[in-house]
């Protein structure tokens, strides 16, 4: 059976979404090496357990980096990521109920942190050899941890662990939509066949529309809104919550994202490191009015995937609210999400 032999239109797509879908990741990436996907303009930022957390934290804003990887005698030790920015203040929030919204947080919450306190270790860190395929580097990223953050980023090693490349879910996104776009060569995939049959998957499975694929594969997590009225706390326990990184945020007539309780914003995992760079940031100043991003984009059924892939491989965004017809939030999709759609399951490509 060809890909050509499974209609693509809502009314039928059934086994055939799920067999183009599972046939993706090898089709995709196949025994493209997972260095492939990662970034090349730039060298890898790295740092040392013992750093200042705050200054390990205005280095990651700055130099646009969602993860460092921790280095200890020379090898790889763990990674800083925002996720372990996020999970280490909520944790010390939670010690501290009640504290004063004038409280500058490295000088009384996060006082003294340093990058080990806050760092996640080898252990659970998404790990892999030079030249594995990058298929076999996705389903790392989504292995379980101890410590219930989740592993935003692959980092590929070489003989000696000393980091070879950071590679993101944007860097792969970026890479899908650029094998979509033809702006890939043939020699990035095993032979020009195998690199013919990735692109005819990625433009099938990519021209299918947000509304098929939430049918099909139960695509995005509830909005869960919170009020802008909130809390700091109350705004970092929510980002923390179920490993989302993200909260909604609408009006505080309503706890529903709708006409009363409209849409007004999006507090993610980079609006908090945007705020943690600063040496002087108050815990006021992570109040979710106050930390949000806004205007929100938004994506409909009617979106495709490439569509949603290119948003986020391009402009940035993690998470994009979906919404209906009334503008009422139905469901956040989040970039790993859409990266996990496609390794979710393997079958083997042509040779």
């Given at each position: 059976m060809s890909i050509s032999d499974f209609p693509l239109d809502a009314a039928s797509l059934d086994e055939g979404t799920h067999e183009l879908l599972g046939q993706a990741p090898t089709a995709l990436f196949g025994a493209v090496p997972s260095e492939a996907a990662g970034r090349v303009d730039r060298d890898i930022e790295i740092v040392s357990p013992d750093e200042p957390l705050q200054a390990a934290a205005s280095r990651m804003w700055w130099r646009k980096m969602g993860a460092l990887p921790v280095l200890e005698d020379g090898r790889f030790a763990g990674a800083l990521s925002e996720d372990d920015l996020l999970h280490t203040l909520?944790?010390?929030?939670?010690?501290?109920?009640?504290?004063?919204?004038?409280?500058?947080?490295?000088?009384?919450?996060?006082?003294g942190t340093t990058v080990r306190d806050a760092m996640s270790p080898r252990e659970d860190t998404a790990v892999v050899r030079a030249g594995t395929p990058l298929v076999t580097g996705i389903e790392a990223?989504?292995?379980?941890?101890?410590?219930?953050?989740?592993?935003?980023?692959?980092?590929?090693?070489?003989?000696?662990?000393?980091?070879?490349?950071?590679?993101?879910?944007?860097?792969?996104?970026?890479?899908?939509?650029?094998?979509?776009?033809?702006?890939?060569?043939?020699?990035?995939?095993?032979?020009?066949?195998?690199?013919?049959?990735?692109?005819?998957?990625?433009?099938?499975?990519?021209?299918?529309?947000?509304?098929?694929?939430?049918?099909?594969?139960?695509?995005?997590?509830?909005?869960?809104?919170?009020?802008?009225?909130?809390?700091?706390?109350?705004?970092?326990?929510?980002?923390?919550s179920r490993a989302r990184g993200y909260a909604i945020v609408v009006a505080p007539a309503g706890r529903s994202a709708a006409p009363g309780?409209?849409?007004?914003?999006?507090?993610?995992?980079?609006?908090l490191l945007r705020a943690l760079k600063s040496p002087f940031v108050t815990l006021d100043a992570l109040r979710a009015a106050r930390l949000m991003s806004e205007p929100v984009k938004t994506v409909s059924e009617v979106d495709t995937f490439c569509g949603l892939f290119k948003m986020m491989a391009i402009e940035g965004f993690r998470h994009m609210p979906l919404v209906d017809d009334a503008d009422r939030v139905e469901c956040v999709i989040s970039l790993w999400q859409g990266v996990g759609l496609l390794a979710h399951r393997q079958t083997p490509a042509p040779r």
């Open positions: 909520a944790d010390r929030l939670r010690e501290r109920p009640g504290a004063a919204g004038d409280l500058v947080l490295w000088e009384s919450v996060l006082a990223t989504f292995g379980p941890t101890r410590s219930r953050r989740r592993k935003g980023y692959l980092f590929v090693l070489d003989e000696r662990d000393v980091p070879m490349r950071v590679v993101s879910f944007r860097d792969i996104a970026r890479f899908v939509v650029r094998l979509y776009d033809g702006e890939l060569a043939p020699d990035a995939f095993a032979s020009p066949a195998h690199f013919e049959h990735a692109q005819r998957i990625a433009w099938r499975v990519l021209d299918l529309s947000l509304g098929t694929l939430r049918r099909e594969e139960s695509l995005g997590s509830p909005p869960d809104p919170l009020p802008a009225d909130a809390s700091a706390a109350d705004t970092m326990e929510r980002l923390a309780g409209a849409l007004r914003g999006i507090c993610t995992r980079r609006d």
